[in-house]
């Protein structure tokens, strides 16, 4: 037997044997909403899976193949550049463009996050139209402060309004199976920084940047149509205020903001540099280029299994492992000379830096106090760590330029990234299941 309660406007059933218990447990839902989701809603029960959570989950691989697959292809652009628009131009000048572009991409997830709890995946659309136009506009710039502000600032900026709002979608609809799907969604950055190093190391020589470029963009507005017309937001918007700062009160929040810095002040080097240093090191051109193609394809089950395990094991635990191995694998780079070992070690980096993405995705939606404030938490911590992104790779671009060799640019990158372990370990003495548990 059920009673339904209607008190100021939010509706509420309940077996009648229970009202006692559930009144004080259950969360009220409003009943018109002006949402994507207007359907009253347990906030505590999610779906995990079904076909709806799965198209959620799918359009957000369309927008990471889109937005952070062709960002994580600019070691392509570096590696051309230098030889071509911008040969004039010092490499951490060069590097400046990929920096701005990436920290754009994460940082402004500190709007993107918040936006979407507030008003729902709406954003997704016109952010899917701007970036298409700044991809289209890149292939007409020729002036190094034309890619400055058309790839670095304007392709960063509509990329993070796309990637925030679908990666803030997928959480809502998986708990207990939520590092397995962000993986398989996070994953879809991996295939898209597979296809679009290809694509450009093919069509570079032979039509041209221009037309390479174009390419890539007639690619991508299918995908993001898929992505636009799937990703939607399951709860209803919250209506308090559009940041949570007291999110940084909590020290696991902080430290784990703190450790995934220096993770990515570490691990996004090599997606920069491994082209030009297999040039170098004496390798053809063209197959410098794939590298980073190799690099995102061994990193395809880079993200996926860390999450299912971190499911089962804990999603710090999987960063931490993460984390370790990223920076044993940065440490060893100079010691791969040949073409051979070099195209081993970019597999090898590819498996251990793609976990870092995931995992450290994951990390941050754990830590929001309800599902509502999933986005905001997951932006602002990425934001935050994004300062990484935009300074790591020119720093190293210095040390390049002044040693002429890249066994500086492997320590300081390892020793980043060994740093971020550290402050993630620390942060699982502030978890209730503490330094030996499965968080």
């Known amino acids: 037997m059920c009673i339904s309660l209607i008190v100021a406007g939010y509706k509420l059933s309940i077996p009648f044997f229970q009202i006692n218990s559930k009144l004080s447990q259950t969360p009220l839902v409003p009943l018109n909403v002006n949402s994507e989701a207007s359907q009253p809603v347990n906030l505590n029960v999610y779906p995990e899976g079904g076909l709806r959570a799965w198209l959620v989950a799918a359009g957000t691989a369309g927008v990471l193949f889109c937005t952070l697959g062709y960002s994580n292809s600019f070691g392509v652009f570096q590696a051309y550049y230098i030889r071509n628009q911008l040969r004039d131009y010092d490499p951490d000048d060069i590097a400046w463009i990929g920096a701005i572009q990436v920290f754009l991409v994460f940082a402004l997830g500190i709007i993107g996050g918040p936006v979407f709890d507030r008003y729902g995946a709406w954003v997704i659309k016109p952010a899917a139209v701007v970036y298409i136009v700044s991809v289209m506009l890149t292939a007409s710039c020729a002036a190094y402060w034309q890619f400055i502000l058309v790839q670095g600032i304007l392709s960063g900026v509509s990329n993070s309004l796309l990637m925030f709002p679908a990666m803030a979608a997928t959480p809502q609809y998986f708990h207990k199976r939520r590092g397995a799907a962000m993986g398989l969604a996070i994953a879809g950055s991996s295939l898209g920084a597979i296809i679009f190093p290809i694509v450009l190391s093919q069509l570079l020589e032979r039509v041209g940047f221009a037309w390479a470029v174009r390419t890539c963009g007639f690619i991508m507005t299918p995908i993001l149509a898929f992505s636009a017309l799937t990703v939607k937001a399951r709860l209803p918007p919250r209506k308090s205020r559009l940041f949570i700062w007291t999110a940084f009160k909590s020290a696991r929040y902080t430290l784990l903001t703190a450790g995934v810095f220096f993770m990515f002040m570490g691990m996004f080097v090599p997606l920069f540099y491994l082209p030009s240093y297999g040039i170098f090191r004496g390798m053809d051109a063209t197959m410098a280029f794939y590298l980073i193609a190799l690099i995102n394809a061994s990193s395809i089950p880079g993200r996926i299994l860390p999450g299912m395990l971190g499911d089962r094991f804990g999603s710090i635990n999987s960063l931490l492992t993460a984390g370790l191995f990223t920076a044993i694998v940065i440490f060893c780079w100079p010691m791969a000379t040949t073409t051979a070992a070099i195209i081993v070690y970019s597999l090898g980096f590819g498996i251990t830096s793609g976990a870092i993405i995931s995992a450290g995705s994951v990390v941050f939606t754990h830590c929001a106090p309800e599902p509502r404030d999933i986005g905001t938490y ?42 971020g372990v550290v402050l993630a370990f620390l942060a699982k003495f502030n978890t209730e299941e503490g330094i030996w548990g499965r968080v």
């Not at 040693?403 to 990158?413: A, K, T």
């Open 378 to 419: 997951m932006g602002m911590g990425i934001a935050f760590a994004a300062i990484a992104v935009l300074v790591g790779p020119p720093i190293n671009g210095a040390l390049l330029q002044r040693y002429g060799g890249y066994d500086q640019v492997s320590v300081f990158s390892g020793v980043m990234c060994a740093s």
